[in-house]
């Protein structure tokens, strides 16, 4: 079939969305579906922001979905959650995401998730029960540092001995926890001895001692616990990164992402615990993360995705896998690592790309339901290109950074599709960051 009669027929099947769509086609194809994964072709994209809030307060509000998870570090998305839940001194979201200082800080530091932020502030304002109240997790490992440091106050609080052996455990780091890669570099070529045994031992011993530190607040216990918990995990995996990191891009890339799963699959049994129900969750990350890896060249290189990871444990009747994609626009990306956020313009789709053929169908937004649509999977079927953007855009040399090839009607149950986006808005606004450095021929109206 020619490109041209794909695009007649995808046209056919795409439903169009209004500037104040409320999803409601897509809440029907979530069903009761308790993990839904909302993706994103960048990390720095507003409208991509935008329509997973509109999602997620729907799945919220209709569907009683209990909490957020998002690819970012545990203990930066831990503040926020505790000012939504009114269980903070922070006084507005913007203190709230005062936590996330580490290089990319736009990606949650911006205009719309403090409207996010602000919504579940609200809505949790109504709900008198503390432990019904929807929370804000991170499912990410870099935080090892902060992570140590909040595994050693709780245990201060609740058993000061305890805390003495974790600062010991955690001491084999050195100064080397300030500069994980360093760590996981020296450890890796035998210039520093490895501290696998000890976050291994630490978190062990939390795991172990539930019923004792229970005892500490009945109010408070099971969550401070759980917390604690999960900050030691954070310590564990992130120390296994750190030394993978020079072993392999896929071997690093599969320890963080299981690392996501590990933290889905604690939050779900935590919360079931709390509630006594089954526990639903929806979680924003990239496409790259969501989208099942088995899909595309990159899982056939050996890597593997949180979305897989999900389907395969709770199989695709549990699980909705939703991904985004843009033609052209302008994004917040940085051009390397620990840069500076920079507006950047977003080239056209490469016209071997899914985007490209999405752009064809001359719609400004659509929404495009796989999941059921043997037809749909069929013009979908046929290995394209399509882009990932993180948070460094490379346009220079965009085909090998950011595009891999792909089959979408095995990788998703649906695709948003916005022809031009614009870029997330900064709350740490720098000067590399103004809409002055878009050349004058540059459409309008993004």
Same mark, same amino acid.
């Given at each position: 079939?020619?490109?041209?009669?794909?695009?007649?027929?995808?046209?056919?099947?795409?439903?169009?969305?209004?500037?104040?769509?409320?999803?409601?086609?897509?809440?029907? /194809?979530?069903?009761?579906?308790?993990?839904?994964?909302?993706?994103?072709?960048?990390?720095?994209?507003?409208?991509?922001?935008?329509?997973?809030?509109?999602?997620?307060?729907?799945?919220?509000?209709?569907?009683?979905?209990?909490?957020?998870?998002?690819?970012?570090?545990?203990?930066?998305?831990?503040?926020?959650?505790?000012?939504?839940?009114?269980?903070?001194?922070?006084?507005?979201?913007?203190?709230?995401?005062?936590?996330?200082?580490?290089?990319?800080?736009?990606?949650?530091?911006?205009?719309?998730?403090?409207?996010?932020?602000?919504?579940?502030?609200?809505?949790?304002?109504?709900?008198?029960?503390?432990?019904?109240?929807?929370?804000?997790?991170?499912?990410?490992?870099?935080?090892?540092?902060?992570?140590?440091?909040?595994?050693?106050?709780?245990?201060?609080?609740?058993?000061?001995?305890?805390?003495?052996?974790?600062?010991?455990?955690?001491?084999?780091?050195?100064?080397?926890?300030?500069?994980?890669?360093?760590?996981?570099?020296?450890?890796?070529?035998?210039?520093?001895?490895?501290?696998?045994?000890?976050?291994?031992?630490?978190?062990?011993?939390?795991?172990?001692?539930?019923?004792?530190?229970?005892?500490?607040?009945?109010?408070?216990?099971?969550?401070?616990?759980?917390?604690?918990?999960?900050?030691?995990?954070?310590?564990?995996?992130?120390?296994?990164?750190?030394?993978?990191?020079?072993?392999?891009?896929?071997?690093?890339?599969?320890?963080?992402?299981?690392?996501?799963?590990?933290?889905?699959?604690?939050?779900?049994?935590?919360?079931?615990?709390?509630?006594?129900?089954?526990?639903?969750?929806?979680?924003?990350?990239?496409?790259?993360?969501?989208?099942?890896?088995?899909?595309?060249?990159?899982?056939?290189?050996?890597?593997?995705?949180?979305?897989?990871?999900?389907?395969?444990?709770?199989?695709?009747?549990?699980?909705?896998?939703?991904?985004?994609?843009?033609?052209?626009?302008?994004?917040?990306?940085?051009?390397?690592?620990?840069?500076?956020?920079?507006?950047?313009?977003?080239?056209?789709?490469?016209?071997?790309?899914?985007?490209?053929?999405?752009?064809?169908?001359?719609?400004?937004?659509?929404? /495009?339901?796989?999941?059921?649509?043997?037809?749909?999977?069929?013009?979908?079927?046929?290995?394209?290109?399509?882009?990932?953007?993180?948070?460094?855009?490379?346009?220079?040399?965009?085909?090998?950074?950011?595009?891999?090839?792909?089959?979408?009607?095995?990788?998703?149950?649906?695709?948003?599709?916005?022809?031009?986006?614009?870029?997330?808005?900064?709350?740490?606004?720098?000067?590399?960051?103004?809409?002055?450095?878009?050349?004058?021929?540059?459409?309008?109206?993004?």
């Amino acid at each position: 079939m020619s490109d041209r009669s794909v695009v007649d027929a995808l046209r056919k099947e795409a439903q169009a969305l209004g500037p104040h769509e409320h999803f409601t086609s897509l809440l029907q /194809l979530i069903g009761d579906a308790p993990i839904v994964l909302l993706g994103e072709a960048t990390h720095g994209t507003r409208e991509f922001y935008t329509l997973r809030a509109e999602i997620t307060r729907r799945l919220i509000l209709e569907k009683g979905f209990e909490a957020v998870a998002v690819e970012a570090d545990w203990p930066d998305a831990l503040r926020v959650s505790r000012y939504v839940q009114h269980a903070s001194a922070d006084n507005t979201a913007d203190h709230a995401l005062g936590g996330f200082q580490r290089f990319p800080q736009w990606m949650w530091r911006n205009t719309e998730v403090v409207a996010l932020i602000d919504w579940l502030r609200r809505h949790n304002h109504g709900i008198h029960r503390p432990e019904w109240r929807v929370g804000f997790f991170g499912l990410d490992l870099y935080s090892l540092r902060k992570s140590m440091d909040a595994v050693i106050r709780y245990l201060d609080k609740v058993d000061p001995k305890a805390a003495q052996i974790a600062r010991k455990r955690y001491g084999c780091f050195g100064h080397l926890a300030e500069n994980p890669q360093r760590y996981g570099y020296a450890a890796t070529f035998g210039m520093n001895q490895d501290c696998e045994d000890e976050v291994v031992e630490q978190l062990v011993y939390l795991m172990s001692e539930r019923a004792k530190y229970l005892e500490w607040d009945v109010e408070t216990a099971s969550d401070e616990l759980f917390y604690a918990q999960q900050n030691a995990r954070v310590a564990k995996n992130a120390e296994q990164y750190y030394r993978s990191m020079f072993k392999g891009r896929d071997e690093s890339w599969n320890v963080r992402d299981i690392h996501m799963a590990e933290t889905l699959e604690a939050l779900r049994q935590h919360l079931m615990r709390h509630k006594g129900s089954h526990a639903k969750i929806v979680i924003w990350a990239h496409n790259s993360h969501i989208g099942d890896a088995r899909a595309t060249e990159m899982g056939a290189h050996g890597q593997l995705n949180l979305g897989q990871l999900m389907r395969e444990r709770y199989g695709a009747d549990e699980t909705r896998l939703v991904g985004f994609t843009t033609h052209a626009g302008t994004v917040s990306a940085a051009s390397d690592w620990d840069s500076p956020v920079e507006l950047k313009q977003v080239r056209p789709s490469r016209p071997d790309s899914f985007e490209h053929l999405f752009h064809e169908m001359n719609l400004n937004r659509f929404l /495009l339901p796989v999941r059921g649509k043997e037809r749909v999977q069929g013009y979908l079927c046929e290995s394209r290109l399509e882009r990932a953007i993180g948070v460094i855009y490379l346009p220079e040399s965009e085909r090998v950074s950011h595009y891999f090839h792909a089959d979408m009607s095995r990788q998703f149950d649906a695709v948003i599709h916005v022809d031009r986006t614009a870029a997330v808005q900064p709350l740490d606004h720098s000067i590399h960051w103004s809409h002055e450095e878009m050349p004058e021929t540059y459409p309008s109206g993004i």
